[in-house]
């Protein structure tokens, strides 16, 4: 396979296609902004997506409808070769969309930030302010305020508290209406695809040894990427740097040479596929917006690990197929997934071999990935609740929203009368990788739904897990709710009287 020319990033942004070269590949979308752009309203806070602070929003043609999509992501931890071909909009567009409809005017969601004091320091303001103006340009009326609060929870703020901003995510629609003018972007966006139709490979300075130079590969098909995968079997595999972005900034890594697959549509997809046992494939490369919210359209009992898995900039950057691959043992996908009994695709070259998740992860951040191996799909059977299955997911973490789980947990039944005929309970945060808990499925396999086998499968959970203890909770903390939550599920789904979801849990039920 002959390799492209390498050649400069090239985007949208304030109106004119920018050509960026001479940079490294690990510089950060907001780097960029604040060091060479000069565009300073876009602020750093923690440098690893967890504040809001750079907020941006991101734009690029849908090739289904040939509108404009856009996404909020952190600007943090975005590298910049990842946006190119798309287009760029950060707080600085906002302002000049307001000037555009009245001279001196603030936009609509900035002048509702101002009326209702949604302001003190100012320093999480432009990444609150482009959070409203993706909801502003998403929706032409006012979000119920739970809706308005999972929109900004990727947004913190220390000083003002949430009410004031909420009051101005619901007073920002009171105004004239002021819209972004797709035409032009895509019109652009369209210019940029032509001059440049092939794969990205860019070149610079490597940020970790700056004497050397840094390959940053966007292949743009599944066999591209399988072909470039196979050939550079030790390349960074580059998604949404919501985790890799971090190595950068926090720990000052070398990611070598990088191979990146947000530009292999083939690799996006969520499709049902039919058949006796409907199965939900997903495309390795899929957003953890798109395969969460896909899931949770099947599965109702997963929209609130939905909603609380990490933010929406986040979910909008990060794919599921990275947050499996990762193997960290308190991610959330893996628990969840584990409990329905998924099983990966795994390819190298043009070979293909699928492989159960639970016997994909070997050991602490170890798995059965071979070199030149990635992931391709996930596959999860969807369960039939028609047929006596209960399903559910639960996350512990200090904060609710935007938190790294202590304790995350998915749960399987499948009850035949009163007695359990199946039962898969898969666990994050227990372990040294997300695992089953064997010893507990077998306490529960064959018996009655009732307290005394709950009682049975609590004691049985102590030999499936010896817990750590870290900064988010100790051993034995860990044990214990991991307990409580067994039977908050027989709780709510023992055969006689089961508890509604808005009796076992203090926030409003989402499902």
């Not at 599944?222 to 050939?231: G, H, I, K, P, V």
């Not at 309970?425 to 005394?452: F, V």
Request: one cysteine or more; a neutral charge; glycine letters at 8%.
């Amino acid at each position: 396979m002959s390799s492209p020319t390498p050649r400069p990033i090239r985007f949208v942004h304030r109106g004119e296609v920018q050509q960026v070269e001479g940079l490294a590949p690990t510089t950060t979308v907001l780097q960029w902004l604040r060091e060479h752009a000069h565009c300073t309203g876009t602020k750093e806070g923690c440098a690893e997506g967890d504040c809001g602070a750079c907020t941006v929003v991101v734009a690029e043609r849908d090739a289904a409808t040939g509108e404009l999509k856009r996404r909020t992501v952190n600007s943090c931890i975005q590298f910049l070769p990842t946006i190119d071909g798309q287009a760029l909009f950060t707080v600085e567009d906002v302002t000049a969309l307001g000037r555009t409809a009245e001279a001196n005017a603030l936009h609509p969601c900035q002048e509702a930030l101002v009326s209702c004091h949604g302001s003190q320091c100012g320093f999480c303001t432009p990444g609150f302010v482009m959070s409203l103006w993706h909801s502003y340009e998403q929706h032409e009326q006012a979000l119920p305020r739970p809706e308005l609060a999972d929109a900004l929870a990727g947004n913190l703020c220390r000083c003002t508290g949430y009410r004031p901003i909420l009051d101005a995510g619901e007073q920002m629609y009171n105004a004239p209406r002021v819209t972004l003018d797709t035409a032009p972007v895509l019109a652009q966006l369209a210019a940029l695809q032509a001059a440049a139709p092939d794969s990205l490979v860019y070149e610079g300075p490597n940020r970790a040894a700056p004497d050397q130079v840094q390959r940053f590969h966007a292949p743009t098909t599944l066999a591209e990427l399988a072909t470039l995968r196979e050939a550079l079997p030790n390349a960074r595999l580059l998604a949404g740097a919501t985790d890799i972005g971090l190595w950068v900034n926090k720990q000052f890594r070398d990611l070598g040479e990088i191979i990146y697959v947000g530009k292999v549509a083939e690799f996006q997809g969520v499709t049902l596929c039919g058949g006796a046992q409907p199965v939900l494939e997903i495309g390795a490369g899929a957003s953890l917006e798109a395969a969460w919210s896909t899931l949770a359209q099947h599965v109702p009992a997963l929209k609130e690990i939905w909603l609380r898995f990490a933010s929406p900039p986040v979910r909008h950057a990060g794919t599921m197929g990275g947050n499996v691959a990762n193997g960290s043992p308190i991610g959330d996908s893996a628990p969840i997934l584990l409990s329905l009994g998924a099983t990966l695709v795994l390819r190298k070259g043009a070979t293909e071999r699928e492989l159960p998740l639970s016997a994909f992860y070997l050991d602490y951040m170890k798995n059965d990935l071979q070199p030149g191996e990635f992931v391709q799909a996930i596959r999860v059977p969807l369960p039939d609740t028609s047929a006596g299955v209960v399903v559910r997911a639960y996350k512990l973490s200090k904060r609710r929203d935007s938190d790294i789980s202590a304790v995350c947990a998915g749960f399987f039944v499948r009850l035949d009368g009163e007695r359990i005929a199946e039962a898969r309970l898969g666990w994050g945060g227990m372990a040294a990788t997300a695992r089953r808990a064997n010893a507990t499925e077998a306490a529960l396999t064959g018996q009655p739904w009732s307290e005394a086998t709950l009682r049975a499968a609590q004691a049985a959970l102590a030999q499936d897990f010896k817990p750590l203890t870290d900064l988010r909770a100790s051993a034995g903390y860990r044990l214990k709710v991991a307990q409580n939550l067994l039977e908050r599920f027989w709780l709510e789904t023992r055969v006689s009287t089961p508890l509604r979801a808005d009796q076992v849990q203090v926030w409003p039920a989402t499902c």
